[in-house]
């Protein structure tokens, strides 16, 4: 059970499907508003597309697309975007995370300021579940896979 | 002691059969929990969701504008501990270097 | 709401989930909560709650058997002590 093995045929069919799996996840994170998804799922999407990668390419392939140390960072940049879309509506004279109070360049109706806060946060969730998952991930599987 | 644990079993699974017929039918439109006003006789914060959702976000998508923007706290608290649980995983599986 | 295929995938949910506690090799009954966890998501679409489904599908059957799968390489059956 614990035998592994360089596969080329695996490695390729994981190449061909893993960047479909990423543009789906892209695309539920930014169609958000107007079909069922949202940051969790688009984030899980990207993390399973980027894990599938790891699981058939070993350690040298998959450091080329994230390095490892790099994602204990980016799930701390996803919290602080979602929570600097809190703080800036503070500083501007709002409740904590009230959208109607973000700096958005252009002249937006408070309807519209709503939808583009609600983007910006759907974008940190995304980014946060991704980095969260890869990062379980490869702490569980350091030391098993090959090269 | 094996046929005990299996009439035990076979008694709670009646037990909940029994308790579920008593629930409302799904998807009926005259449950209690569809109504605009609860038992207490006080307005549900979901009918507001549902008229003014699309007024007040200019989002069709009523689940993104609950999560996001009505209930965002609660999501930014969600995300916390998502973070916390990955903290916690990378202390406990890290492997230190041997000094 | 079509009762018929309600009824069979509640079938299957209740069949999976006694392989699941009754398989002897831990890698079947990782397989099988894989797949009452997919037939939860289309249970949960059938009722209604499509974010719910979705969650569930991605979730549940994506990255908890890649994770229970690294777990059971990283553990061994036999003990050490």
Redesign the interface.
């Known amino acids: 059970m614990r035998t592994q093995f360089e596969s080329p045929i695996v490695l390729l069919g994981a190449r061909l499907l893993s960047p479909y799996i990423m543009l789906f996840g892209i695309y539920v994170i930014f169609h958000g508003h107007y079909s069922p998804g949202g940051g969790f799922q688009g984030g899980a999407l990207l993390a399973s597309s980027i894990i599938l990668i790891r699981i058939a390419g070993g350690r040298l392939v998959s450091r080329l697309q994230i390095k490892e140390f790099f994602t204990t960072p980016m799930a701390a940049i996803g919290v602080i975007v979602y929570f600097a879309a809190g703080f800036i509506s503070v500083l501007y004279g709002s409740y904590f995370l009230d959208y109607e109070a973000l700096p958005f360049p252009g002249d937006l109706t408070p309807a519209e300021l709503r939808y583009y806060g609600i983007l910006v946060i759907e974008i940190g969730i995304g980014i946060a579940v991704m980095a969260i998952l890869v990062m379980i991930y490869d702490h569980m599987a350091r030391g098993e896979d090959y090269a | 002691m094996k046929y005990a644990k299996i009439v035990v079993l076979a008694a709670f699974a009646g037990l909940l059969i029994y308790g579920s017929t008593g629930l409302p039918d799904r998807g009926d439109p005259d449950n209690l929990m569809h109504q605009e006003r609860s038992i207490t006789n006080t307005v549900v914060a979901g009918s507001y969701f549902i008229r003014e959702a699309y007024n007040d976000a200019n989002t069709p998508n009523m689940v993104t504008v609950v999560l996001g923007d009505y209930r965002s706290i609660d999501t930014f608290g969600e995300q916390v501990v998502v973070f916390a649980a990955g903290l916690i995983c990378l202390l406990i599986l890290r492997k230190y270097r041997s000094i | 709401?079509i009762w018929e295929i309600e009824l069979v995938l509640f079938l299957f949910l209740i069949i999976s989930a006694i392989v699941a506690l009754e398989a002897k090799d831990l890698?079947i009954a990782v397989v099988t909560l894989t797949i009452f966890s997919f037939t939860m998501a289309l249970l949960f679409t059938a009722?209604?709650g499509?974010?719910v489904g979705?969650?569930e599908a991605?979730?549940g059957a994506?990255?908890t058997g890649?994770?229970f799968v690294?777990?059971l390489?990283?553990t061994t059956i036999k003990t050490n002590d």
């Open positions: 709401m890698l009722m209604g499509i974010d979705f969650t991605v979730i994506g990255v890649i994770l690294i777990a390489f990283r």
